[in-house]
Structure formats: C-alpha cells, structure tokens
C-alpha cells in the first residue's frame, strides 16, 4: 500500500477558498492516477477530480467543475486540489486515492467545513 498524506483542511466560510496537499511517494506520479473523492456525513464517497499519471489530463465532477481545480508538482512529489467559491455542500472529509478506488491507496483524509 502507498503511503498518502492530505493536508490544508479547515473551516472556511462561503463563498472562500481552500488548497489540498496530497503527500505521494517518490515516483507515485509517474505511475498513478492521482484522485481527489470526499464523504459526506450520511453520504458514500464520491470522486471529485483526478489527474492522470499519463499526460496530466484532468477530470471534475460536475458539482465542482469551474471552481476546483487539480495540479500536480511531480519534483515535490505533491497533488494540489485548490477550492474556490466553496458552498456548504462542499463540506466533507477529502481523500486522495493513487490508483483508483479498488486499490486500497488511500490518505488518512482532512476535514473541509464550509460554513458562516
């Protein structure tokens, strides 16, 4: 199993913005997809956006698309995901994934709480 730390969770009000850190090991990116999902209270795990080990090419949600966006820093070995314009529906535990979903890569997870 890879080893995945999130950071740059908190609280934030509407309308603000947050940027994710997702730690990867050396040469992860090379080889994996990198996502982004988050769980809702009450709510399964849904994907927001990842980034591919290929090319860079991304993919959104619709739910977020035009206000996040995913980046990579392959010398830093870190996956970004900046937040703008949060809604209170965006508020979730947000996990990175290398991978996929069905290869049991996952970050411990932080918190984003979008409230006033």
């Known amino acids: 199993q890879l080893q995945l730390v999130e950071s740059g969770g908190g609280l934030v009000q509407p309308g603000g913005s947050l940027r994710l850190s997702c730690a990867v090991p050396?040469?992860?990116?090379?080889?994996?997809?990198i996502g982004w999902f988050r769980q809702a209270p009450g709510k399964e795990r849904e994907g927001v956006s990842c980034?591919?080990?290929?090319?860079?090419?991304?993919y959104y949600a619709d739910s977020v698309k035009g206000r996040f966006t995913i980046s990579r820093d392959n010398a830093k070995n870190l996956v970004y995901l900046q937040m703008n314009s949060l809604k209170p529906e965006d508020t979730a535990v947000y996990y990175c994934?290398?991978?996929?979903?069905?290869?049991?890569?996952w970050g411990q997870g932080t918190q984003v709480t979008v409230s006033s």
């Open positions: 994934n290398a991978g996929g979903p069905s290869s049991g890569n």
């Open positions: 980034i591919s080990a290929n090319d860079g090419s991304t």
């Open positions: 050396r040469f992860t990116l090379d080889y994996y997809n």
